[in-house]
């Protein structure tokens, strides 16, 4: 058993790896966690102020985002030796996803620090190279192990889903302001290099750039929106569209809002683990938040009664080195 005095040592510990943990994936770069120390447990939580909304509506992003960052936390703690395990209790009304508490021994986990540092999301143009089925076939087995399924499907049988649901995205004025207020297209922006979505991120030239300022504007979208802005916005996004590739969607069974934290955890295991072999994600929420899309994408993976789609995120290899660009800004990092 871990002694009192151990049981201290670890959860203060904690500070000294969550920082590592900043670099968890998460929607908009909101990073909305937080940690609430207490006695003998330290409670995983999330800012009211940092939780999207109408991009979304249900709520799921936040929950992966809630699991892919105590995922991180654990293996930045079992690299330091911390004998920490989490204890799953989400509740909306104290906005508690769970608690980490002592345990008799580090968080078992072949991923280091390192992996998440270098974890790169990739929302650029790539290469015609097709990934590998046995990293697939290892992701799927590795879904299966954690109690979900991963479909795998074409990125030329989701295309027209994805140009759809990008529609639906740009054209709902709620999603149109709130991709704005966490959007930073120049370094002079205040909060260009600590969160939010900046123009590197977005892999936006300098045209791209304008574009999007001006169109997004709120007088200018007010204006357009009627008349058709929404199928022009569109191809300010061709690269998530354009070419081969594999996307694979995370399903399960069930309507259980706590397995989203799970499926967060998983999304860090998998993404770490393509990411070793040089291959990249790109996640695409919106096609699962949009309500003329998600059906049509849960007939495409097969989904069986019951089962949902929960992740939806493509995988190939990036047509220039991601690492030459500058990576995602995080307020508990240092600026970049």
């Given at each position: 058993m871990t002694s009192p005095e151990n049981t201290t040592t670890s959860l203060d510990r904690l500070r000294e790896v969550a920082a590592e943990s900043a670099r968890a994936a998460n929607a908009h770069n909101t990073q909305p966690w937080e940690l609430r120390p207490g006695t003998g447990r330290v409670e995983v939580g999330w800012r009211a102020e940092d939780a999207l909304g109408p991009s979304d509506p249900a709520h799921r992003d936040l929950r992966l985002s809630l699991g892919t960052y105590v995922e991180s936390l654990l293996?930045?703690?079992?690299?330091?030796?911390?004998?920490?395990d989490f204890e799953l209790d989400l509740d909306t009304e104290t906005r508690r996803v769970g608690r980490l508490l002592p345990a008799d021994r580090p968080y078992d986990t072949g991923f280091r620090t390192s992996d998440i540092?270098?974890?790169?999301?990739?929302?650029?143009?790539?290469?015609?190279?097709?990934?590998?089925?046995?990293?697939?076939?290892?992701?799927?087995?590795?879904?299966?192990?954690?109690?979900?399924?991963?479909?795998?499907?074409?990125?030329?049988?989701?295309?027209?889903?994805?140009?759809?649901?990008?529609?639906?995205?740009?054209?709902d004025?709620?999603?149109?302001?709130?991709?704005?207020?966490?959007?930073?297209?120049?370094?002079?922006?205040?909060?260009?290099?600590?969160?939010?979505?900046?123009?590197?991120?977005?892999v936006l030239n300098r045209v791209e750039r304008f574009l999007m300022g001006l169109l997004f504007s709120p007088v200018v979208y007010r204006a357009l929106r009627p008349l058709g802005l929404p199928r022009f916005l569109t191809p300010l996004s061709s690269s998530a569209t354009a070419g081969d590739g594999v996307v694979l969607?995370?399903?399960?069974k069930g309507e259980d809002t706590a397995q989203e934290v799970a499926a967060g955890r998983l999304v860090t295991r998998l993404w770490l683990d393509l990411f070793r072999q040089g291959i990249y994600v790109h996640p695409q929420s919106h096609v699962i938040d949009c309500p003329h899309t998600v059906g049509d994408l849960a007939a495409l993976c097969g989904a069986e009664?019951?089962?949902r789609p929960l992740v939806?995120?493509?995988?190939?290899?990036?047509?220039?080195?991601?690492?030459?660009?500058?990576?995602?800004?995080?307020?508990?990092?240092?600026?970049?």
């Open positions: 293996i930045a703690a079992a690299e330091q030796s911390i004998a920490v540092a270098g974890r790169r999301v990739w929302r650029g143009a790539w290469k015609p190279q097709q990934v590998d089925t046995k990293a697939i076939e290892a992701a799927q087995e590795t879904a299966r192990a954690a109690g979900f399924r991963v479909a795998a499907i074409s990125t030329a049988a989701a295309r027209p889903l994805l140009v759809r649901a990008y529609h639906w995205f740009f054209g004025p709620g999603i149109a302001a709130e991709l704005m207020a966490w959007t930073r297209l120049s370094p002079r922006h205040p909060k260009y290099r600590s969160d939010g979505l900046n123009d590197v991120m977005l969607v995370i399903l399960d009664d019951g089962e939806f995120f493509r995988v190939g290899i990036p047509a220039v080195d991601p690492s030459l660009r500058p990576r995602h800004p995080r307020r508990d990092l240092p600026q970049q």
